[in-house]
C-alpha cells in the first residue's frame, strides 16, 4: 500500500525566515507529485507539479520553490517567508503519467503560522 | 480557465435525512470530477468521482450525479450520519493536454450533520 507522509506537521517561523517542508511517498515507483496550498478556511491552490526526478513545474507564483531531488521525494521551500504563506501545505501523489484526470491522494498536511 | 462553483458554503441537515451539495464549472472540455472531504483541521481524502462518460455513480450513500449539457454536478449522501460533517471539496479537471493534475477546487461546502 502506498504511504505519503508529511514533515513538519506544523511550523511556527518568523517573518524573513528560511522554510523547507518535505513530503516523502513509499510504495510507489515514479508517481506524479504536486503540491498545494490552504490558506485558513480557504480553498486549495495548487502551486506546483513534477512528473519525474529534478522536473518541477510551477503553477503559480508565491514566492516559493520546489525541487524533486529523489524519485519518492518532493520539498518545497523558500529563503524569505512572508506572512502571506501562512497556511496548510499538503502534498499530494497521483498514479497515471499524461493524463490529467487521475485522483489525487493527499498527505496529511505540513501547518504553517508565519508571524 | 476553468472555474468551479460550490454554491452552498454550509448546509445543516439532520442525521439520517440526505444532503446534496452542488457544484458548477465553465470549461466543457472538463472530463473529470473528483469530491474530497476534509474533517476539521485534517487533510483532503479522496471519497468519489465521476468522469464524463457517465452520467451518475454511485457508492454506498454516496452518488455523483453530472449533467454536462447545464456544466454542473453534484454529490448526494443518504441517510447522514454525524461523522459526514466535513467540508467538502468539488473539482474539475481540465482535458488531457493541458497542465497535469490541474484539478480546479471550488470553495468548499461545510456539511453539519445535526444529531
Known amino acids: 500500500a502506498q504511504t505519503i507522509h508529511q514533515w513538519p506537521v506544523a511550523e511556527i517561523k518568523a517573518v524573513g525566515s528560511p522554510l523547507s517542508l518535505g513530503c516523502t511517498i513509499k510504495?510507489?515507483?515514479?508517481?506524479?507529485l504536486y503540491w498545494y496550498w490552504q490558506a485558513t478556511g480557504g480553498t486549495l491552490q495548487q502551486l506546483f507539479y513534477s512528473i519525474t526526478v529534478g522536473q518541477v513545474e510551477s503553477v503559480v507564483q508565491l514566492n516559493l520553490s520546489a525541487s524533486r531531488p529523489k524519485d519518492d521525494q518532493f520539498i518545497l521551500s523558500t529563503e524569505k517567508l512572508l506572512l502571506s504563506h501562512s497556511g496548510f501545505y499538503l502534498c499530494a501523489w497521483s498514479l497515471t503519467r499524461g493524463f490529467s484526470g487521475n485522483t489525487l491522494y493527499f498527505g496529511e498536511g505540513s501547518r504553517l503560522i508565519v508571524v | 480557465g476553468e472555474k468551479v462553483e460550490q454554491h452552498e458554503s454550509t448546509l445543516s441537515v439532520r442525521e439520517g435525512d440526505s444532503a446534496v451539495i452542488n457544484c458548477t464549472y465553465t470549461d466543457t472540455a472538463s472530463s473529470y470530477f473528483p469530491w474530497y472531504k476534509q474533517e476539521a483541521g485534517k487533510s483532503l481524502h479522496f471519497v468519489i468521482d465521476i468522469r464524463s462518460n457517465v452520467d451518475r455513480k454511485q457508492s454506498q450513500r454516496l452518488t455523483v450525479l453530472l449533467d454536462k449539457k447545464a456544466k454542473r454536478f453534484s454529490l448526494h449522501i443518504t441517510a447522514t450520519q454525524p461523522e459526514d460533517s466535513a467540508i467538502y471539496f468539488c473539482a474539475a479537471s481540465p482535458p488531457r493536454g493541458s497542465a497535469l493534475g490541474r484539478l480546479h477546487f471550488g470553495a468548499g461546502t461545510q456539511l453539519i450533520v445535526i444529531p
Open positions: 510504495g510507489k515507483s515514479s508517481p506524479n
